[in-house]
Structure formats: structure tokens, C-alpha cells
């Protein structure tokens, strides 16, 4: 009998995880499983409970948004224990690259399923991350959405609009693979090691999350034209092919600035990293899906 773990946290998706984790335990204990639920006390939680039960169980299901998928995933990192998602948040960028249904019982019928795939575990400065990362004006939203006393994609939509206007574009040394660095502005800068950031919105469209590459996506300064034409873009999956966004592909990305430090994302979260910014890709784990897009 196949031991699973979902690991359910009680605040991602406006509260809804608890019934998503109960009707999924549910659903694969009539399928045989042995299923347990265990749910998240605070942040970071996730990363301790994956790490210890992964030795005693064969899958370890998040229940959540990116940012509990990125916590169980992380604490999978160098053990065998296969990463499961029951998406429960308001993006779910990795759920939807890897097309698993929205549908709690749907998705758990997945888990069941046991399609298996590599995922890669990127790094920024030491710190996974596996749907993207990147500094600029989504990593900016990030940071003002994580101190907005809501959560939803209706609150983030209204931060985009508060702050487009005020934005200002950075400039980055970046070096590819330890190339030659060259220096760019960005609007946004944005590490893909899956497609989307979530919601359907393509930002690096030719990731595959097991090829153990990176793709970088590069906006430069926007005005109104072209923020428009970048968000409908991002919906069609070929934001890349506008003349001004540049992409470039590496296993390993180098970001330079006269700056100390930086406000980034790490899968949609806030957080902050010291100069130089080193995103690469070494480990995999595997993770249950339906494709690598
Ligand atoms: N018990 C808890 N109490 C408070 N915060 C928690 C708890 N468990 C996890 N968290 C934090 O909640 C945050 C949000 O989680 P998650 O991303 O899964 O949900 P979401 O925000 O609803 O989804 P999405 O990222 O798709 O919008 C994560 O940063 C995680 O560390």
C-alpha cells in the first residue's frame, strides 16, 4: 500500500485547503492508499514537515498555492519521496504547466494516476524555487500584495494598476552560462523554469520544468502601448516573440548591479537577495503531473 502524506496549508486559496485535503484523502484511501493530512502551522512549515516524512512515505502531496508547492518541494530536494499537488491557491503556475486539473477530485484522481516526471530545483542565491523567480515590477507586486490585508487574484490585479505608473526599470549586468556580461534595463526580469506564473500567464513560454535549463524572459521600459500588448501577449504564450522582450536559455544566470541588495519572487513570495544574484539549476526531483507542457 502506498503511503501519502498531504500537506495542507490552512490559509493558501482564502481557506479552502482544508476541505480540498480532506475530500482528496478521502478519494485515495478508496483507491488503497494509505493517506495522512498534516497542516501547516506558519510559514516555512512545509519545508520542516516534507524533510522528515519523506523517508517514511512514497509521495508528499501540497495542498496549496506555489508557495506551499515550493516548501514541500524544497524539503524534498535530495531524497527519493515524489512531490503530489492538490492546487488550492490563486495562481498555481507549477499545477497548470504540468496540466493538472484544477479540480480537487480530478487532481487527486492524478495522484492515483502516478504519471511521473522530473522537475528541476533551481536556485536563487541558494534558495529553490521551481515555477520562477526574477526581480522587477512583478517581484515589486509581490512585495506590496504580501503586505495587502487580502489575497486573490482580484487584489493582485489592483496592485498592478496602483503601481504600474510609479515603476521605475532597473539596470542589470547579466552573464549567461559565465559568459561575457553585458548590461541591460529591465521592467521585469523573470527566471522561468516552468512556463507560467500562474493563471495562464506565459511568461516564459518554451520552459520545460525537466530539461535542466533555465529560460530567462527580459521586458524592457514599457509604456502604456506596449504593457497592454505584454499582457495580452502573456495570455497567448508568445510574449517572446515581441520585438523588444528578449530570451535567453542557460544553466546558469549571473545578475550584476552597483546595488547591495534586491527585492525579488521566488515562485510568486516575496523575498530579498544580496547582489550577486546567481540562479542556477543542479538538482530534480520528481513530481506526479500529466505533462511537461
Ligand atoms: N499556517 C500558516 N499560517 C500562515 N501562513 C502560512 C501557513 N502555512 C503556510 N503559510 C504561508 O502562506 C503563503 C501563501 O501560500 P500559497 O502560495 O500556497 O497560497 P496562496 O497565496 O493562496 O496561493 P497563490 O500563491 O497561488 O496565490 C506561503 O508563503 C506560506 O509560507
Known amino acids: 500500500m502506498k503511503k501519502v502524506v498531504l500537506i495542507a496549508n490552512p490559509v493558501s486559496g482564502n481557506g479552502k485547503a482544508k476541505k480540498a485535503a480532506m475530500l482528496s484523502a478521502s478519494i485515495l484511501k478508496e483507491n488503497k492508499f494509505d493517506a495522512q493530512i498534516v497542516y501547516t502551522e506558519y510559514a516555512g512549515h512545509a519545508t520542516k514537515l516534507s524533510k522528515n516524512l519523506s523517508d517514511k512515505n512514497d509521495i508528499i502531496v501540497a495542498v496549496g498555492g506555489d508557495g506551499t508547492v515550493n516548501e514541500v518541494a524544497t524539503g524534498l530536494v535530495g531524497t527519493n519521496c515524489i512531490l503530489g499537488i492538490i492546487p488550492n491557491g490563486s495562481g498555481n503556475g507549477l499545477a497548470r504547466h504540468l496540466k493538472i486539473p484544477m479540480n480537487t477530485s480530478k487532481a487527486a484522481q492524478c495522484i492515483i494516476k502516478q504519471y511521473i516526471l522530473a522537475l528541476d530545483a533551481p536556485t536563487i542565491n541558494g534558495k529553490h524555487f521551481f515555477c520562477t523567480a526574477g526581480v522587477g515590477f512583478d517581484a515589486h507586486i509581490s512585495h506590496v500584495f504580501a503586505t495587502m490585508s487580502g489575497r486573490g487574484l ?24 559565465q ?77 550584476n548591479s552597483d546595488e547591495k541588495s534586491v527585492n525579488g519572487h521566488r515562485d510568486g513570495e516575496p523575498d530579498t537577495w544580496e547582489y550577486p544574484l546567481i540562479f542556477k539549476v543542479e538538482d530534480q526531483i520528481k513530481v506526479i503531473g500529466v505533462s511537461d507542457n
Open 179 to 255: 559568459k561575457e556580461e553585458w548590461t541591460q534595463k529591465a521592467f521585469v526580469m523573470t527566471v522561468g523554469n516552468a512556463a507560467q506564473y500562474g493563471n495562464e500567464a506565459f511568461i516564459a513560454p518554451k520552459a520545460k520544468v525537466g530539461d535542466q535549463q533555465l529560460e530567462m524572459t527580459i521586458l524592457p521600459s514599457p509604456n502604456l502601448l506596449k504593457g497592454a500588448i505584454w499582457g495580452i501577449r502573456l495570455f497567448l504564450k508568445n510574449i517572446d516573440k515581441s520585438n523588444d522582450v528578449r530570451t535567453f536559455s542557460g544553466r546558469s544566470i549571473q545578475v
Open 154 to 177: 482580484k487584489n493582485y490585479i489592483k496592485a498592478i494598476f496602483k503601481e504600474y505608473g510609479g515603476y521605475q526599470t532597473g539596470t542589470y549586468g547579466i552573464q549567461l552560462d
